[in-house]
């Protein structure tokens, strides 16, 4: 089963198909250099030179492949629990989210209204900067008045889930359509 963006497991899904297409794509390349050398006996052919242009896929899945190495996805139990805490707001998990300045990984994020809140154990991962990068990215997409949140104490993130879920069973089918908007947006700002 395909990992979708946004799914728990997304990131090491990620990092496996890189990793597996970076390690093929330079056994096709040396498969191909060395089928050039055995044939003419110099390095020095056309094969060579397909070699060289093949490296640069490859040297492409590669890049990606270490620009996720470091980021983990979120944990099962963390994952289990947030979805029978919060059963009817929208949720999105295993995140990377750029900006012109970091790369941030958010490991949740739930979105309920007027509010998005976030989770994210990276010890790396600046809080603040980070929620103002999606309010920013909120507000040029024409969500003003958006209040962001990022924790990186799972305890205050759930409980705050919890109490987004109690207000959305409120007032859960007019927002729905805009949550699932917001969700999207913050979606496309991750790698």
């Known amino acids: 089963m395909r990992t979708e963006k946004g799914q728990p497991g997304y990131v090491k899904a990620r990092k496996q198909k890189y990793l597996l297409g970076a390690v093929v794509e330079f056994a096709i390349v040396i498969a191909i250099f060395v089928t050039g050398y055995i044939q003419t006996g110099s390095r020095l052919n056309l ?6 242009v093949g490296c640069l896929p490859a040297a492409k899945m590669l890049v990606e492949f270490i620009t ?61 900067a980070l929620a103002r990068h999606i309010k920013d990215i909120l507000k040029n997409n024409h969500y003003d008045k958006m209040t962001v949140k990022i924790f990186h104490d799972y305890t205050a993130f759930l409980s705050r889930a919890e109490g987004m879920n109690n207000m959305a069973a409120v ?12 969700r999207k947006i913050i979606l496309n700002i991750s790698m």
């Open 47 to 52: 094969l060579t030179v397909v070699a060289v």
């Open 68 to 128: 996720m190495a470091p980021y983990k996805s979120i944990e099962e139990a963390k994952y289990q629990e947030l979805e029978e805490k919060a059963p009817l707001i929208l949720k999105a998990y295993d995140m990377i989210i750029t900006s012109s300045q970091k790369v941030m990984p958010l490991d949740a994020v739930v979105v309920s209204g007027h509010i998005v809140c976030g989770y994210a154990s990276n010890p790396k991962t600046d809080e603040a």
């Open 171 to 182: 007032e859960q089918k007019e927002s729905l359509r805009r949550e699932k908007k917001i």
